[in-house]
Every structure is written in C-alpha cells, then in structure tokens.
C-alpha cells in the first residue's frame, strides 16, 4: 500500500512523482465509490430517523408555551 | 520546485489561500450565531445543527463534484468558445486548467508534491460554498426538516452557485464574453443567486405560524436574542475580509499572460486576472461597510438588527466593483444598496407574505442585484477581462463592462439560477411531504424532547444528591 518507502530514492529519482498517499494510482476510484456510498447512506439514515422523530412529537400534540416547564436550571 | 524565488512564490501563495479559508471560516461561525439569536428559544439547537450540517455536506459533495463543474462549465457548455481549448464542449482536455484535474478520482485531489495551489484554492472556493448554503439557512429558520435543508443546500452549495461561478466568474467564463459580466467580489454570483434562492424555497415554504394575522398583517418575531445576532454579524464581516481576499490572485506576472512581448508586471488581480491591489479593495470594503451602516441606522431608525444586517448589505452592494471603485463611490453605492434591500424586504414581506426570518433575500439577494446593476452603469467601458477587448454578443473576444450586460446578469443570477431552481426543489420536496415539519412539532418546537430529556436528567441528578 505504501507508495513511498524511502524518501531520498523518491526525492532523487529523474522524476519525482507526486502523488504520495497510500494506494496511489491504483485506489482512487474505489476510494470515490466508498465516499459516495457514505454520503448518500447519511441521507437515507436520518432521513428515516428525522421522519420518526417528528412522528413521534407531533402525535404529543404539545402546546406553544409547554417547552417552558422542560427549561432547566443548568 | 528547484529555484528559491519560484518556491516562495508557491508556497507565499500557497499560505495566501490557506489564510483566508482560517478567516473565512468566521463567516460560518457567525451565520451559526446570527441564527441561533435570531431564532426562538425552543428551536435554537435544531437551528445551530442545521446550519452546521452544511459543513460536512457541501464540503464532500464539493469535493465529489462541484470543484469539477467549476472548471468543466465556463462554456456554458456550448455558449461561448474557451480561450484555452476554442471549443464550446465542456473543458475536459488535457489543458492546464481542465476540469479532467479535478475529477474526484484524480491524483491532484490529495496529497501531491507537484501540486501546492489546488488544495487551498478548492477550500477557498468551498467556503464560498458554504457561505451560499448558509444565506438559505437563515431565511428557512423553524420550519423546514433538516433532511430538505440538507438537500437545499447542496443543491445552492455544490451545484447552482458553481455553475453561476464557471459562468460569470471564471477568467473564461461565456458571461464576460458575451455579456461583459464583471463581478470580483461576488455580489451575484454568491449573494444574489443565494438571495434568490432563498426566495424560491420561502414561496413554496411558507411562514411560520402566526407570523402573518388572519388580516394577512405581518407581526414582528425579531430575534430572541440581540447581542448574539451581534456578534454574529462582526463575525462574518471579519471573514468577509478573509473572502475579499481569497477572490485575489496575490501574485501574478500580467505581461507574458497578456502576451505582451518583453513586459514584466507583477500584481495582485482579481479572479478574472485583471489587476488590483489588497491595498485598494481595503478602503473599499470598509468604506462600503460604512455607507451600510450609516444608511441602515437611518433607515431602520436605529433598530440593532437591521442596522447591523446593513453593514453587511453595504459591502455586498459594492462588492461587484470593489475592485475599481473610489472608496467614495464604494460607500455611496452601499448606502444605496442598504435602502433598496430595506424598503424591498417589506414590500415583498406585506405583497406576497413571504416570511424571510433574517431578511437574508434582501441583504444578499436585492442588495447583490442591486449591485450589479449600479456597477454596469459606475464600470460602464472598462475591459472585463485583459486578455481581448470586443463587442457583446461577440463571444470569441470579452465584451467591456455595460449596464445592459449587468443587468442580464443580474437576472441570470438572481433568477435563472437562484430562485427559479429553489422554487423546483422546493416544490418537489414538498410533494414528498419532505419540506416543511409538521405543524404541531413547530408548535412544540423542534428541541422539545431534547429539553424535555435534560429537565428529566437535571431531576435524577438532583434526587441522587439529596
């Protein structure tokens, strides 16, 4: 995984090559897979979560002035 | 890098860039603030975390997308040939600035030793990115789900704005061609398609209740908390010094990029790569600030809210053409932007019943048209870019700077691209029953059962200390 195992042989080489992180050149595309997966899947699981949550708070039917009682001292 | 003087030019602009995404950073950290004072008490965490969420969301999915549109777009596509490549086709090559570099696969995308200046300059523009997002947030305060904001936001964030910015900002950008477009610190291309944007999702959003009588009167939910909205809004014109300098290119040798044999001239430029000074805009931001906050304090009777919502509606005013503007014209255009903004808010407000929260549609959306429009006519004959002088319509050569062309972009920005696609989203959103809360959770408040777990957990540990 490593790209650069020693930094002089790197550094002096005729052309130095840019990329240094882990995978280079042959991970990239997967790595995008991978973030794009992430991303959406956050949509679709507080997604779900919000639509549970407002279910549940609306089905209490609590009045304008009742979050005043939840106020706490600390 | 193997000469000293080119290293340092490098990295000098390397850090050049790193600062001002540090500063512009404020620019969130006070929308968060101005927000959370600006909201009442039983929405204020549901506030702040929305608000925060545009952080992570537009920043992956710039990364994943929206940096690419940024350099793929400046031909519209097929609108005006680039420069670089003579083609109407989205650039794509080979050439140096091509979108091809900015794929989210592409090696220049991390960590790259031959590479000191895209990283910085992809964060430089995110922030701008953020910065869109976040001027929708305010407007949308207590009654929209977290999950439509987050779509919201991506949509103005990752995508609409940049399209704006390939558009009418990049130095190849079809607008300045063809319409003589000139915007340097942003007026439209993030202000007013922000603005716009806003005003697209309120129509379809709706007030909060009780904000208008059954008479249709509007009533005043000012923020619950002043002296946050305060220190919010000094918050974000520190970072707007952070994004007047992050529109600048520091360091930059005109004359072999005009192609003008044997001339050497180094400056600092604006985005389009015509020159300025840091100097120069400094005057002009502040001046403009001033002309905001005089006018504002005039016109909103000294109301806090409005008078420090102007200083910023004052730089956003003046900001198309601080890069040329005398500090005078600068103040005088900010002043003048503020009362339009001002007046504007709540005729639409009273007309329409559009309840915008922090009055974001008219610091950002009316005050940035607005500028756009006084700098076609304070600009009129000046060269949009430096690279060729031709006639609008043209399109192979850059038009000069027109008020006909100001005001087309104006539209462009503030409509075409802001508020006719929030009113879409919007709409669709909202035909999936995903946009708005339901009323009796606004009623309650969005941090209802949050309050109500720390009330419990304050009892348990005040039993267990009995």
Same mark, same amino acid.
């Given at each position: 995984?490593?790209?650069?195992?020693?930094?002089?042989?790197?550094?002096?080489?005729?052309?130095? $090559?840019?990329? $240094?992180?882990?995978?280079?050149?042959?991970?990239?595309?997967?790595?995008?897979?991978?973030?794009?997966?992430?991303?959406?899947?956050?949509?679709?699981?507080?997604?779900?979560?919000?639509?549970?949550?407002?279910?549940?708070?609306?089905?209490?039917? /609590?009045?304008?002035?009742? /979050?005043?009682?939840?106020?706490?001292?600390? | 890098?193997?000469?000293?003087? =080119?290293?340092?030019? @490098?990295?000098?602009?390397?850090?050049?860039?790193?600062?001002?995404? @540090?500063?512009?950073?404020?620019?969130?950290?006070?929308?968060?603030?101005?927000?959370?004072?600006?909201?009442?008490?039983?929405?204020?965490?549901?506030?702040?975390?929305?608000?925060?969420?545009?952080?992570?969301?537009?920043?992956?999915?710039?990364?994943?997308?929206?940096?690419?549109?940024?350099?793929?777009?400046?031909?519209?596509?097929? &609108?005006?040939?680039?420069?670089?490549?003579?083609?109407?086709?989205?650039?794509?090559?080979?050439?140096?600035?091509?979108?091809?570099?900015?794929?989210?696969?592409?090696?220049?995308?991390?960590?790259?030793?031959?590479?000191?200046?895209?990283? @910085?300059?992809?964060?430089?523009?995110?922030?701008?990115?953020?910065?869109?997002?976040?001027?929708?947030?305010?407007? &949308?305060?207590?009654?929209?789900?977290?999950?439509?904001?987050?779509?919201?936001?991506?949509?103005?964030?990752?995508?609409?704005?940049?399209? !704006?910015?390939?558009?009418?900002?990049?130095?190849?950008?079809?607008?300045?061609?063809?319409?003589?477009?000139?915007?340097?610190?942003? +007026?439209?291309?993030?202000?007013?398609?922000?603005?716009?944007? #806003?005003? =697209?999702?309120?129509?379809?959003?709706?007030?909060?209740?009780?904000?208008?009588?059954?008479?249709?009167?509007?009533?005043?939910?000012?923020?619950?908390?002043?002296?946050?909205?305060?220190?919010?809004?000094?918050?974000?014109?520190?970072?707007?010094?952070?994004?007047?300098?992050?529109?600048?290119?520091?360091?930059? !040798?005109?004359?072999?990029?005009?192609?003008?044999?044997?001339?050497?001239?180094?400056?600092?430029?604006?985005?389009?790569?015509?020159?300025?000074?840091?100097?120069?805009?400094?005057?002009?931001?502040?001046?403009?600030?001033?002309?905001?906050?005089?006018?504002?304090? @005039?016109?909103?009777?000294?109301?806090?809210?409005?008078?420090?919502?102007?200083?910023?509606?004052?730089?956003?005013?003046?900001?198309?053409?601080?890069?040329?503007?005398?500090?005078?014209?600068?103040?005088?255009?900010?002043? &003048?932007?503020?009362?339009?903004?001002?007046?504007?808010?709540?005729?639409?407000?009273?007309?329409?019943?559009?309840? !915008?929260?922090?009055?974001?549609?008219?610091?950002?959306?009316?005050?940035?048209? #607005?500028?756009?429009?006084?700098?076609?006519?304070?600009?009129?004959?000046?060269?949009?870019?430096?690279?060729?002088?031709?006639?609008?319509?043209?399109?192979?050569?850059?038009?000069?700077?027109?008020?006909?062309?100001?005001?087309?972009?104006?539209?462009?920005?503030?409509?075409?691209?802001?508020?006719?696609?929030?009113?879409?989203?919007?709409?669709?959103?909202?035909?999936?029953?995903?946009?708005?809360?339901?009323?009796?959770?606004?009623?309650?408040?969005?941090?209802?059962?949050?309050?109500?777990?720390?009330?419990?957990?304050?009892?348990?540990? #005040? +039993?267990?200390?009995?």
């Amino acid at each position: 995984m490593a790209t650069v195992t020693n930094w002089i042989d790197h550094l002096s080489a005729k052309e130095v $090559v840019g990329a $240094v992180y882990p995978g280079a050149g042959s991970s990239e595309t997967l790595l995008v897979i991978l973030g794009v997966v992430f991303w959406i899947g956050w949509h679709v699981i507080t997604n779900k979560s919000e639509s549970e949550k407002l279910a549940r708070l609306a089905r209490k039917r /609590h009045g304008a002035n009742d /979050h005043k009682s939840n106020i706490t001292d600390w | 890098m193997t000469d000293q003087l =080119g290293a340092l030019t @490098v990295i000098f602009t390397e850090f050049y860039y790193w600062v001002t995404v @540090v500063l512009m950073f404020l620019i969130h950290v006070g929308f968060c603030m101005y927000e959370v004072g600006a909201s009442r008490y039983k929405h204020h965490q549901h506030t702040l975390m929305k608000n925060t969420m545009v952080i992570p969301l537009v920043t992956v999915t710039w990364f994943f997308f929206g940096w690419w549109i940024y350099w793929a777009f400046p031909t519209g596509p097929g &609108i005006a040939p680039s420069i670089m490549t003579e083609s109407t086709a989205l650039i794509t090559d080979d050439s140096t600035f091509s979108a091809k570099w900015y794929l989210a696969n592409s090696e220049f995308m991390a960590v790259n030793l031959g590479d000191h200046i895209s990283g @910085v300059f992809w964060a430089a523009f995110l922030l701008f990115s953020w910065t869109a997002a976040s001027i929708v947030s305010g407007a &949308i305060i207590e009654r929209i789900t977290t999950f439509a904001f987050g779509i919201l936001a991506i949509a103005i964030g990752s995508f609409f704005w940049v399209i !704006d910015a390939a558009w009418g900002w990049h130095f190849d950008g079809w607008m300045l061609k063809i319409l003589g477009y000139h915007d340097a610190y942003a +007026s439209g291309v993030i202000h007013a398609i922000a603005g716009g944007f #806003a005003l =697209g999702v309120l129509i379809v959003l709706g007030p909060r209740i009780g904000k208008f009588s059954s008479s249709g009167e509007p009533r005043n939910i000012g923020p619950r908390n002043p002296w946050l909205v305060t220190v919010g809004l000094f918050l974000i014109y520190t970072g707007f010094w952070g994004f007047y300098a992050a529109c600048n290119i520091p360091i930059f !040798d005109l004359g072999p990029e005009y192609g003008m044999e044997g001339v050497t001239y180094w400056t600092a430029t604006n985005i389009y790569v015509t020159p300025t000074t840091l100097s120069g805009i400094t005057y002009n931001f502040l001046m403009s600030l001033s002309g905001g906050l005089l006018a504002g304090y @005039v016109v909103a009777k000294g109301d806090p809210f409005w008078t420090y919502s102007s200083g910023l509606a004052g730089i956003i005013c003046a900001s198309a053409g601080n890069d040329l503007y005398h500090p005078i014209q600068a103040m005088l255009i900010g002043a &003048i932007g503020v009362v339009i903004a001002y007046k504007m808010h709540y005729w639409v407000e009273r007309k329409f019943k559009i309840d !915008d929260a922090v009055g974001a549609v008219a610091v950002h959306g009316y005050a940035g048209f #607005a500028g756009l429009i006084i700098c076609g006519f304070v600009l009129n004959g000046y060269p949009s870019s430096g690279y060729s002088v031709g006639a609008m319509w043209d399109g192979s050569t850059y038009a000069s700077i027109n008020p006909l062309g100001q005001f087309l972009g104006a539209i462009i920005m503030f409509g075409v691209l802001g508020m006719l696609p929030g009113y879409v989203l919007a709409r669709i959103l909202n035909a999936f029953g995903k946009l708005r809360i339901p009323r009796d959770v606004e009623i309650a408040g969005l941090d209802y059962e949050m309050m109500e777990d720390d009330r419990d957990a304050e009892k348990a540990v #005040a +039993s267990s200390t009995r």
